[in-house]
C-alpha cells in the first residue's frame, strides 16, 4: 500500500489513536470519554464571551482549557470523511517546511509529519493545552524528529515555508485580513498556503466564537484577492490552494 493510502487509512480507522492519547493525556476511563466527547460542542459555546473581540482573541488562549480538546475531537471522529479530504489535499500540496497554523489535536500536523515529503513541520497554536497534548501525540506516533511545537509564528525562526495549512482558523481571529499578510509575507513564489473560512456564527448560533462582521470579511477578502491567486485542486469545494500573485 502506497505511504499516502496507509496514512488515510489510519485516520479513517482510528483518527490516529485519538481516543488513547485523550485517555492517557487527561487520566481518563472510555465510558467519561465519551461523555465528555458528547457534551463538547454545547460547553464550549456555553464558554464563549460573545461579540466582545478582545475577550475572544482570549478566549482559545485562556479559557477554553481541556473543552476544546473534546470539541475538536469529537468533530474529527464523527466527520472522517470531510477530515480525510483534508488529508488528501495536504497529501498533493505539502512538501518540505510546513507551518500548520491553529493545528487544534494535531491530525494534519501529525499526517504531514508521516510523509516522506515533507521535511519538518511547525505547529503553531495559541493554545497551551493543544500544544501539549500534540507533543504527547507525536511521542506515541513516532514522529517528535519531525515536528517543533510554538505559540506564534515568530517563535519558528522561519522566514519562509513551503506549504501553510491554516485549517478552519481564520473565522477565530480578529482580523483575519492581518493573517493572511503574514501568510504572504513567509511565502516564496512556490509555497502553496491551503486555507478555508467560515464566517458565520451558525443559524441557532451555534458557532458564536466565529467571526462574522461585514467589514472584517470585506477586508479579508481584498486581502485574499490581490495577494494570491488560486491553485485549482479537484479534492473538496470548501478549502482552497493559493500561491502568492
Ligand atoms: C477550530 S480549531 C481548528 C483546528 C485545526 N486546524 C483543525 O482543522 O482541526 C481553531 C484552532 O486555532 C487556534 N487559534 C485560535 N487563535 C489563534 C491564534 N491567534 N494563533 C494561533 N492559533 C490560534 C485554536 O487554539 C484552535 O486550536
Redesign the pocket.
Known amino acids: 500500500m502506497k505511504k499516502d493510502d496507509f496514512i488515510l487509512k489510519e485516520f479513517i480507522d482510528n483518527a490516529f489513536d485519538l481516543k488513547s492519547h485523550l485517555m492517557e493525556f487527561l487520566l481518563i476511563e472510555e465510558v467519561d470519554l465519551d461523555r465528555f466527547l458528547e457534551n463538547a460542542k454545547m460547553d464550549l459555546a456555553n464558554l464563549h464571551p460573545g461579540n466582545n473581540l478582545s475577550a475572544a482573541e482570549d478566549f482559545?488562549k485562556e479559557i477554553v482549557g481541556d473543552k476544546?480538546l473534546a470539541d475538536?475531537a469529537a468533530w474529527?471522529i464523527s466527520s472522517k470523511d470531510y477530515i480525510s479530504d483534508t488529508l488528501k489535499l495536504q497529501q498533493r500540496f505539502s512538501r518540505n517546511l510546513v507551518l500548520d497554523?491553529?493545528?487544534?489535536?494535531g491530525?494534519?500536523a501529525l499526517a504531514n509529519a508521516m510523509s516522506p515529503n515533507v521535511e519538518h513541520v511547525f505547529f503553531?497554536?495559541?493554545?497551551q493545552t493543544?500544544r501539549n497534548f500534540v507533543e504527547h501525540r507525536a511521542k506515541k506516533l513516532g514522529v517528535s524528529d519531525k515536528l517543533t511545537f510554538c505559540k506564534t509564528i515568530k517563535e519558528t525562526k522561519i522566514s519562509r515555508f513551503d506549504t501553510i495549512v491554516c485549517?478552519?482558523?481564520l473565522e477565530?481571529?480578529s482580523d483575519p485580513a492581518f493573517q493572511l499578510d503574514i501568510f504572504h509575507e513567509i511565502m516564496g513564489p512556490n509555497s502553496i498556503g491551503l486555507f478555508n473560512w467560515y464566517f458565520y456564527k451558525g443559524e441557532k448560533n451555534e458557532y458564536p466564537f466565529h467571526i462574522d462582521d461585514e467589514q472584517i470579511v470585506e477586508k479579508f477578502f481584498n486581502t485574499l484577492q490581490s495577494k494570491f491567486i488560486e491553485v485549482f485542486h479537484p479534492i473538496l469545494i470548501t478549502t482552497r490552494s493559493y500561491k502568492k500573485n
Not at 503553531?124 to 493554545?127: M, P, S
Open positions: 482559545y476544546h475538536l474529527h497554523f491553529g493545528g487544534g489535536i491530525t494534519h503553531v497554536d495559541i493554545n493543544n485549517l478552519d482558523v477565530h481571529l
